[in-house]
């Protein structure tokens, strides 16, 4: 955790980092799912899959049929911002025409306030962002990304200032770029939970797998 400073004109400092506001920093990074409140299906798997990010990553597996492969992290509490940033590899992954759930963030009442899926595009695949805007989930926007890479993905979120406003924001971005975005929601939710993995009435695909990468969760 230490972090190393060197200036020409005043030496060498060490010093580490207070990370305040991150809410999830570890997860399955350590090839251990502790820290995540629950694990389902037999689509779950921590693997080492090779990328040079990191030694572990989130493996999901769709076996054709209709399982959940989830894990759910608790430790967002009622936020009214959140950002959760990772590497995503579909690789090459069959949907047989079907758009699956890769993640979502939740209320404490287990209410969708944003979604991201994935779906085919010929030999590519589309990613797109959804989010919760007067009592409804919509879509913002989508992207396409490659088959077998692993792309850096961020999804941004927040509430808006009040009921009616309008102002509430969600964005999703490949590496530092937008690619969808909304910056008119009118959402007053609160943030309770993120889940990674297939909900119930996902799979039933030709199967396959994807891989999921160096997940971090801020506010």
Same mark, same amino acid.
């Given at each position: 955790g230490a972090v190393l400073i060197s200036d020409i004109n005043r030496g060498l400092f060490i010093v580490r980092p207070r990370l305040e506001s991150a809410i999830f920093a570890d997860g399955f990074e350590s090839g251990d799912l502790s820290a995540w409140s629950r694990v389902r299906g037999p689509g779950v798997a921590v693997t080492s899959p090779g990328l040079k990010q990191s030694d572990f990553a989130l493996a999901v597996t769709v076996d054709g049929t209709d399982t959940v492969s989830e894990v759910i992290a608790l430790q967002p509490a009622r936020e009214t911002r959140l950002r959760a940033s990772f590497l995503l590899r579909p690789s090459g992954i069959d949907l047989a025409g079907r758009e699956i759930e890769i993640l979502r963030f939740l209320t404490p009442r287990k209410e969708t306030v944003v979604s991201v899926t994935l779906a085919e595009r010929g030999n590519k695949y589309r990613v797109t962002l959804s989010a919760e805007s007067g009592g409804e989930l919509r879509e913002i926007? +989508?992207?396409?990304? =490659?088959? @077998? @890479? +692993? #792309? =850096?993905? @961020? #999804?941004e979120w927040r509430q808006a200032s009040a009921a009616g406003a309008n102002d509430g924001v969600a964005r999703l971005f490949r590496k530092r770029r937008v690619k969808a975005e909304s910056v008119t929601l009118d959402t007053t939710a609160v943030l309770d939970a993120v889940r990674l993995g297939l909900p119930a009435g996902s799979a039933g695909t030709n199967g396959g797998s994807y891989l999921v990468d160096e997940f971090r969760l801020a506010n």
């Open positions: 926007g +989508a992207m396409v990304i =490659p088959s @077998r @890479r +692993a #792309v =850096p993905l @961020r #999804v």
